[in-house]
């Protein structure tokens, strides 16, 4: 049985390592599977990712490019920390693939596209799943470029990323796939029309813009779960000298978050998210810059609608009164008009879900996405061209 290596940069659960655990899943039916991942917060991934791979932990920090939509800037701490590797982590990495000897190599995301350059020396087919979404200038040029050079194919979470790029590889779209993981039953609570945000407080999720919201909606009967991390201000000098724009922000939700205690109820990280999704009549996504939408489809396996922002990034799922509802990006009058519109009519709220879990089954299959996997990973193997 041939073995793939595939190798992420973080170990802390979201949703880039949700679907690295799902990309397993789907190479473990064919290829004896290894994942390489950090060590650091790596409990609950290893957990979710050993029934379908030999995990293996190194210690130190994987060189990335974070330049996407949503990064942090270039002049920024973060990205030169994760830019400026020591070689010693770096030889840590490669050496711990290389005993494996593998015959594929798989990056789980584009930030690892400097990764390629380092791995050259393989014998392995090197291939890389661009996941996230492209930010337009020439950095992402640059990245695009090292994946021409380095890599022997690419595996693009969406038509948009692959139409921007154009690579000059073998490329082909496998879209995320959701696989609920734990039983569910619909709460006996339905008194309230429930609006879901899955997503914490990252900027670029958007609570803010649904907590600043919540005062324009006209229907009385909305309550509102938030899910995922909420850190709280810490206002010290320091923080407030080096991120002064990211304090204002996580104060204002805070502040927010005090005055609809009413209707906002926080249940942190949440590891049965089908369960909450169960519970909810629609799902909210107000991502603040392009950002594909997981939420969304997960929302479809269990025939709910979604409200979401307007890009053109996500549109190819996602099509405004077919299977969702979308709005002008960060105008929270516009979203609660949204929620306003499927809170008052029932039926609406309905046809949406119901053609949501249509497009699900249709472009989110995990048995069909498996399949075209398979079929795209022998043809790299046996050396054809697009």
Not at 141 to 157: P, Q, W
Not at 207 to 219: A, G, M
Request: hydrophobic content about 40%.
């Amino acid at each position: 049985m041939k073995k793939v290596v595939v190798f992420h940069h973080v170990s802390n659960l979201g949703g880039g390592t949700i679907s690295l655990v799902d990309v397993c899943q789907m190479l473990a039916s064919s290829y004896e599977v290894v994942a390489v991942i950090p060590r650091k917060n790596s409990e609950q991934l290893t957990e979710r990712l050993q029934p379908f791979a030999r995990v293996k932990h190194f210690e130190g920090v994987m060189p990335q490019i974070a330049y996407y939509s949503g990064s942090q800037a270039l002049i920024s701490r973060s990205f030169f920390s994760s830019f400026c590797v020591p070689a010693d982590a770096v030889r840590e990495i490669v050496d711990s693939i290389a005993e494996e000897d593998p015959d594929i190599i798989l990056a789980n995301s584009m930030v690892q596209c400097r990764m390629g350059k380092y791995l050259k020396r393989l014998r392995a087919k090197k291939l890389i799943y661009v996941r996230e979404t492209f930010r337009e200038g020439l950095v992402s040029r640059y990245m695009i470029r090292l994946i021409n050079r380095y890599f022997d194919g690419v595996l693009c979470i969406s038509p948009y990323e692959k139409d921007y790029a154009r690579f000059a590889l073998p490329c082909e779209v496998i879209t995320d796939c959701y696989v609920p993981t734990a039983e569910t039953s619909p709460s006996q609570d339905q008194s309230h029309f429930t609006v879901l945000f899955l997503g914490g407080d990252a900027r670029i999720k958007g609570l803010d813009i649904l907590l600043r919201s919540i005062e324009h909606v006209q229907c009385a009967d909305v309550r509102y779960a938030v899910c995922g991390h909420i850190g709280s201000f810490a206002g010290t000098w320091k923080n407030r000298l080096l991120h002064p724009f990211e304090m204002r922000r996580l104060k204002r939700i805070q502040t927010l978050l005090a005055r609809h205690r009413d209707k906002v109820t926080l249940h942190g990280f949440v590891s049965n998210t089908a369960q909450m999704i169960v519970d909810s009549d629609v799902i909210v996504f107000p991502s603040t810059v392009p950002h594909q939408a997981r939420p969304a489809l997960e929302a479809g396996e269990f025939s709910r609608p979604v409200i979401l922002s307007d890009f053109p990034q996500t549109a190819a799922f996602m099509r405004h009164e077919h299977n969702c509802l979308t709005f002008r990006p960060n105008d929270p009058r516009a979203l609660a008009r949204a929620i306003d519109r499927l809170a008052d009519d029932p039926s609406l709220a309905k046809t949406l879900g119901e053609n949501n879990r249509r497009v699900n089954r249709e472009c989110h299959d995990f048995l069909r996405e498996r399949e075209r996997f398979m079929q795209f990973i022998s043809r790299v193997l046996e050396g054809e061209t697009q």
